[in-house]
């Protein structure tokens, strides 16, 4: 059966709103295929292929990802790029955002 994704393509899980973009597929023994993300705060996250949705909007100049189906890293991510106008990777790489997901990830969050 063909797939309506790809790898490298910008997804939403459509039961828990997840969303990032496509690593790979796989297929566990006695499963249904299963595809591995990367989400927006650089958490991996996987689920049946069946349960994604490629999204187009994210590619989409000024779009915002609704702050609801972030993970707080996330959140903060994007109030960091808006207040320096810089785009959500170049927030990613800066030294703030960084050394703030150290802190989410000691907290467990």
């Known amino acids: 059966?063909?797939?309506?994704?790809?790898?490298?393509?910008?997804v939403v899980c459509c039961v828990s709103?997840?969303?990032?973009k496509i690593l790979k597929f796989y297929t566990p023994n006695s499963c249904e295929e299963q595809t591995?993300?990367?989400?927006?705060d650089g958490r991996k996250y996987h689920a049946p292929t069946r349960l994604?949705?490629?999204?187009?909007?994210?590619s989409?100049?000024?779009?915002?990802v609704p702050s609801e189906i972030l993970t707080p890293y996330g959140q903060l991510v994007i109030r960091f790029s808006k207040s320096h106008g810089v785009t959500y990777?170049?927030?990613?790489r800066h030294n703030i955002c960084k050394a703030r997901i150290q802190i989410f990830k000691e907290m467990g969050i």
């Open 89 to 92: 990777e170049e927030a990613l």
């Open 36 to 40: 591995l993300i990367e989400t927006l």
């Open 1 to 10: 059966m063909a797939r309506r994704i790809n790898i490298g393509d910008k």
């Open 60 to 64: 989409t100049p000024g779009y915002t």
């Open 17 to 20: 709103g997840v969303v990032g």
């Open 52 to 58: 994604f949705n490629k999204m187009t909007v994210l």
